[in-house]
Nanobody, 122 residues
Framework: QVQLVESGGGSVQAGDSLRLSCTAS????????MGWFRQAPGREREFVAL????????LYADSVKGRFTISRSTATYQTYLQMDNLVTEDTAVYYC???????????????WGQGTQVTVVS
């Protein structure tokens, strides 16, 4: 199975930006959907954004729409999450995942990375 490795997390001030990267061990199937999810302490894992590997219109959670941008590079097998204007509520462990369906439910995703911590302080 494809291995996914996230990077780019860290601790930032509110209003700052971060870019997360997710590197796949090999090229995902063209029918794959790449998603970003996050999980804050004591909360369930929630959908953040997704994009089809072959391209097309991304989908965002309402809470990040207009601030986060998902993209992917077919040349480097990477999926990115550009996060701008971060707020304290964005603090969570962020996970990259691969699935086969255009779904926001994390249960639809088969392959997961280990997660990267994002902490936003005021």
């Amino acid at each position: 199975q494809v291995q996914l490795v996230e990077s780019g997390g860290g601790s930032v001030q509110a209003g700052d930006s971060l870019r997360l990267s997710c590197t796949a061990s090999y090229r995902p199937y063209s029918s794959s959907v790449m998603g970003w999810f996050r999980q804050a302490p004591g909360r369930e894992r929630e959908f953040v954004a997704l994009i089809r590997w072959r391209g097309g219109t991304p989908l965002y959670a309402d809470s990040v729409k207009g601030r986060f941008t998902i993209s992917r590079s077919t040349a480097t097998y990477q999926t990115y999450l550009q996060m701008d204007n971060l707020v304290t509520e964005d603090t969570a462990v962020y996970y990259c995942a691969r699935g086969s369906h255009y779904e926001t439910d994390p249960r639809s995703y088969v392959n997961w990375g280990q997660g990267t911590q994002v902490t936003v302080v005021s």
